[in-house]
């Protein structure tokens, strides 16, 4: 069982549609991080969210941090063929502590 | 900066070989880590260095697993003998201070034992 857990596992919609990502856990991170992996190459930071209850929006991309700080998702509207690829979160449960990663969520947006 | 650059990007190699994997983290950085990438499993922490100095190897499977860092610029990767199980990415990345704090990610080795 992974800390962190991320559902859907895979995600496939049209262009225009919109999503929503989950990572969950039962367990507390003083942070909390999102990358996007694209085939071939390494995962790349999106956003780090600290405080509960933050919202963080990104051009198309909003990401909300739980209040308890257990918790996190991603929602993209108005999705784009660009912005398939495998969505991880990252959680430190402490500052300086290891980061633990989801298993990811493979997101597929057709054109 | 040309960001975190690792080779080979792909290995093939028989079972029992053995294997390097090379890293040179983004200059100015001071922390590293190595990372290992399957399906089965996702991205795993295999071990974490600070100003070249190895501070968590927790996640490093065996003995068979063996990582350096001689010097803030590059860092290997060693698997020896290898085995078809460790076929996976192995990425590398690095980071201005610490775990929690933006990890920059290369390209990646993929390694195929056979």
């Known amino acids: 069982t992974q800390l962190l857990e991320q559902s859907p596992q895979f995600l496939s919609i049209q262009e225009g549609e919109n999503l929503t990502v989950y990572c969950n856990s039962s367990?507390?991170?003083?942070?909390l991080q999102w990358y996007r992996q694209e085939p071939g190459e390494g995962p790349v930071l999106l956003v780090t969210?600290?405080?509960?209850?933050e919202v963080k929006k990104l051009k198309r991309l909003t990401f909300q941090f739980g209040d308890a700080r257990k918790d996190s998702s991603l929602h993209i509207t108005a999705a784009q063929p660009g912005d398939t690829g495998l969505y991880l979160c990252?959680?430190?449960?402490?500052?300086?502590?290891?980061?633990?990663f989801g298993g990811g969520t493979r997101v597929l947006v057709k054109p | 900066d040309a960001g975190v650059i690792q080779s080979p990007r792909h290995e093939v190699t028989e079972m029992g070989q053995e294997v390097t994997l090379r890293c040179k983290p983004i200059?100015?950085?001071?922390?590293l880590f190595w990372y290992r990438q399957t399906m089965m499993r996702g991205l795993e922490l295999l071990i974490y260095?600070?100003?070249?100095?190895?501070?968590?190897d927790s996640g490093m499977p065996e003995d068979r697993f063996s990582a350096k860092m001689p010097n803030a610029s590059f860092s290997t990767l060693k698997i020896q003998p290898s085995e078809p199980r460790d076929s996976a990415v192995y990425f590398c990345?690095?980071?201005?201070?610490?775990?929690?704090?933006?990890?920059?990610f290369g390209q990646g080795t993929r390694l195929t034992v056979v």
């Open positions: 990252a959680g430190a449960k402490a500052a300086g502590n290891k980061l633990t």
């Open positions: 990345a690095s980071s201005l201070a610490g775990m929690d704090t933006e990890a920059f």
């Open positions: 367990s507390v991170f003083s942070s």
């Open positions: 969210v600290v405080t509960g209850g």
């Open positions: 260095f600070n100003n070249n100095v190895p501070i968590d």
């Open positions: 200059s100015g950085h001071n922390s």
